[in-house]
């Protein structure tokens, strides 16, 4: 019989009960099979301190005020999307029916979404994501393609999917109260819960990017003038 000493990778020939039952008790795979999934430290959609590791690595107060201002909107973003998960994981808990606190939290962060979200991104495109993209691509961040492409390109994508996920969720919730037939309600109903669930994880996603990568690299490679004509634009901007 042949088998691996997992402490030092050879092969143990013909091995003896003893040395099997401490293979055993030892056995990586097993150890890792037998823990509880509720107890798995991290899994790909909850990097380990992922949301939080900005905060260590870097003072905001000394970040342009144009970076501030948008990190501030971020965390009001944040407050709006962590009411609005709790209440979609309440709402499949209750089987899909709503109660007055669900109804309060789906309808502040739909008007959120529009209201603010929305305009935020706008005020990232057509600020500052345009001379950072060129910025990036002077500095060589960027792909090796006829078409370079940078993270503002990996930004602006995730704009997009907010659009769809947004409104095809609010409009699926929509639809689903105006359907007769239960199978099919409830149907309609775990299709926007799912739909919810990815918009949710998207956003932080996307707060965690700009905030741990983007926001950074426009504060090393902008000028503190260049800054200053930004937010001269922003305050004229109309959204």
Known sequence: MKIIDP????????????????LKKNDPVKRFAEKDFEQIEHSPM???EAYTALEKNQAKDNLPELIQLFNKEHQMALEKIDSFESSLK???EQSYKFDKKIN?????????????????????????FPLLHKRLIESGEHSKTPNPRTGIDLLEDDHIKFIQLGSLTFNLLG?????QDETSRLLIFDVAYNNGRELVELLRLHIFREEQTIFPSAAKLLTREEFEEMINKLEKLSV
């Open 7 to 22: 402490k030092t990778g050879k092969r143990i020939i013909n091995t003896d009960p003893s040395t099997l039952k401490e």
């Open 90 to 92: 309440q709402f499949k």
């Open 175 to 179: 639809l689903a109260t105006r359907i």
């Open 46 to 48: 909850d990097p380990p």
């Open 104 to 128: 309060e939290n789906f309808g502040s962060f739909f008007e959120f979404f529009d209201k603010n979200l929305l305009i935020h991104n706008i005020k990232e495109e057509k600020i500052l």
